[in-house]
């Protein structure tokens, strides 16, 4: 049996000391003229900083197939077999640039659509490690991962509407109605899109719909991957969010693991938001 191979792109967010053990392939994000390679030449400090002083948000860019198709024919060459898992084909091309890349590459491929982002993908794409750990083949990974995949949850606080403003997903009145009542949205990535669960109040209020939220969903797989993620240049709300919410993590024999959520993600929440992603015991 072949050895596997895991791609992934920049838009997966992943737990300290992940990235080495997948091949990534890194997005491009501009700030006017200037481009960037997300994770590569802008650190994820660097971005937010760039963010919170920029009056327009950056443009993102998607993977191209011939970066795949570079990538593929390499793991041929080292006799491997390919899963690539993919940023939501409904918020990317990426996964589309994947696919016409595997029809152009003699290489084993299996394309997985994570129907997720951020820290959601990310968690996917650990169980996908765990599982080419076990001894699974490539295409048994990929078929586990398509059959999982609607059981992984994410949950995400926003901080603000501005971002959301900006780039044209609400009413500048909408907005600015909210920031006036400090009304923070509560979104979830459904169907592989992004979807509201709700406004709250406040902080306090908002991380109390984010637990009610993870119940309905029929509470945490603690066997399962398990991460958490907050966008900007603190983790104080982040810190804040599991203390708040520390009824939710007591079953929990791991490590409560939080990352910084990446450029990819953070151009549309903008910072100050806090998220969790899980994969739902039922």
Known sequence: MKKVRIIIDTAADLREGLKEKFTVMCMKISFGETEYTAGVDITNREFYEKLIESDVLPITSQIKPFDYKEAFDEAEKAGEA?????????????????????????????????LNVSIGYGILAEYALMLAE?????????????????????????GTLEYLKKGGRISPAIAFAGELLSMKPVVTVKDGEVATLGKARGSRQGNNLLIREIDKAGGVDFDMPLLLGYTGLSDTLM??????????????KKRLDYVTIGSIVGTHAGPDAVAVAFFAKN
């Open 134 to 158: 076990e001894g699974k083949s490539a295409s048994e990974i990929a078929e586990i991962l398509e059959r999982v995949r609607d059981k992984v949850k994410i949950v995400a606080l926003l």
């Open 239 to 252: 810190k804040k969010y599991i203390e708040d919410s520390a009824v939710l993590w007591e079953n929990s």
């Open 82 to 114: 390919v899963v690539v898992i993919t940023i939501s084909s409904k918020m990317s091309g990426t996964y589309q640039s994947a696919l016409i890349a595997k029809e152009e590459s003699d290489a084993e491929v299996y394309v997985v659509d994570s």
